[in-house]
């Protein structure tokens, strides 16, 4: 969690990681969510839950809905559907057919559906066995290494992750899994996380210093599709690490095991899906959100060095915009991961140059912003290691040494 003294490490890096970080691991980009979300075959599903039958009513009515309110032959930008529900409902009125009450329930099936499709990207990459779930493991274990290098009170590295997949933390625990790590590096989500279940190897965040455990951070500025709120007293859980499936921790979730604590028997508060949806009114009022932005504010404040790796900088995300104004130091570093098609041509019409993210970094940090566009991996393929197995196998010494009496 944060520091309590105000002492500024000497060297810090913050990486900062948008959709495209986890593109290649099978993740749509969020422009993509919605063509996908009608484009899912249950006829390729393997070992399908009793939850596709939700998802496909759930997908029926978003259907409907976008059929008549956006009837253009290509779906609508995801920020405009979420825009349109939410300012209609906050205001009571209709939509054409629908209701303020029926597009409260649009919206639930949309998020629904959203979290279907992360959930079911999920699912395939953690039984991925070669390909792209390589790349990222040997990734985690980079990430691990340069964690605990600098020892239990070190504070090398902070991960903020805009997007909503829970890739780079699942990753982290594939290797702790393997090198017997687990209870001795977590992940730190920065806020008031509980373990899902009563053996999860999840220690919550706000405990893993005191407990002497290597902390990594990752901050969640948008929610997490591995995050589960009670709507009663508003406690967040994590099945992160779990052996479960995602299906069983996620696609229908359990009730809240504090309320069922201290109601006796009365109704209990079913966990939901946690994420911030996009939308141009977004609201932040929930206190694990606002810790998670507090905390992303120090970490930046702090960096020596900001390395954006899959994000856009798009104009619709003012609230990080204003995070990165107030936070970054004039004399930090900036690194910013693209690819190729992220930067405009010579022959590219001047009034077409903004749409490309390689302008808007330029235009937001200036000259500093150092721009490389050979996309993640290439980025990343001088530091990561060539060896996993003797990576996890110098890991797992590590984790297990005794210490020194």
């Not at 990681?17 to 484009?39: K, T, V, Y």
């Not at 976008?66 to 300012?87: I, M, Q, S």
């Not at 079913?270 to 911030?276: C, M, P, Q």
Request: some cysteine; charged content about 25%; overall charge positive.
């Amino acid at each position: 969690m944060a520091r309590s003294h105000t002492e500024r490490p000497a060297k810090k890096t913050v990486y900062v990681l948008g959709a495209g970080f986890a593109r290649d691991a099978g993740f749509p980009l969020q422009a993509e969510i919605l063509s996908q979300i009608m484009a899912v075959d249950f006829g390729t599903l393997v070992d399908a839950p009793i939850y596709y039958t939700e998802f496909e009513m759930a997908r029926r009515r978003v259907q409907d809905f976008l059929a008549e309110v956006f009837p253009g032959r290509n779906p609508p930008a995801l920020e405009d559907v979420f825009t349109l529900l939410d300012e209609t409902i906050a205001r009571r009125q209709r939509c054409q057919s629908f209701s303020s009450q029926t597009l409260d329930g649009i919206r639930e099936d949309l998020k629904h559906t959203i979290l279907f499709l992360l959930q079911l990207a999920t699912e395939r990459y953690l039984r991925d066995t070669a390909g792209a779930s390589d790349f990222y493991r040997r990734l985690a274990a980079h990430f691990i290494l340069e964690r605990m290098r600098a020892g239990k009170r070190g504070d090398p590295i902070a991960v903020l992750i805009v997007n909503w997949d829970s890739v780079f933390e699942d990753t982290v625990y594939w290797c702790l899994h393997r090198v017997d790590g687990l209870r001795r590096l977590d992940i730190d989500y920065c806020c008031y996380t509980n373990p899902l279940g009563r053996g999860d190897p999840h220690t919550p965040s706000l405990l893993q210093k005191a407990k002497g455990l290597y902390n990594l951070k990752v901050i969640k500025l948008h929610g997490s599709i591995n995050w589960l709120i009670c709507s009663n007293c508003e406690a967040l859980f994590t099945g992160l690490g779990s052996k479960r499936s995602v299906w069983e921790d996620y696609a229908q979730p359990p009730h809240c095991p504090i309320c069922f604590r201290t109601s006796r028997g009365s109704t209990q508060a079913a966990l939901e899906g946690f994420f911030v949806s996009p939308t141009f009114v977004k609201v932040f009022d929930n206190a694990h959100i606002r810790m998670a932005w507090h905390n992303a504010y120090l970490e930046l404040a702090e960096a020596d060095r900001v390395v954006f790796v899959g994000y856009s900088l798009p104009a619709a995300d003012f609230h990080v915009r204003t995070l990165l104004r107030r936070s970054i130091r004039p004399d930090a570093e900036i690194i910013v991961v693209l690819r190729q098609a992220d930067k405009p041509g010579r022959t590219t019409p001047v009034r077409l140059r903004a749409s490309f993210a390689a302008v808007r970094y330029k235009d937001f940090f200036g000259e500093r912003a150092r721009i490389t566009l050979g996309g993640v991996r290439r980025f990343f393929k001088p530091i990561i290691p060539s060896d996993l197995d003797g990576t996890l196998h110098r890991i797992g010494c590590l984790l297990n040494r005794r210490p020194r009496r």
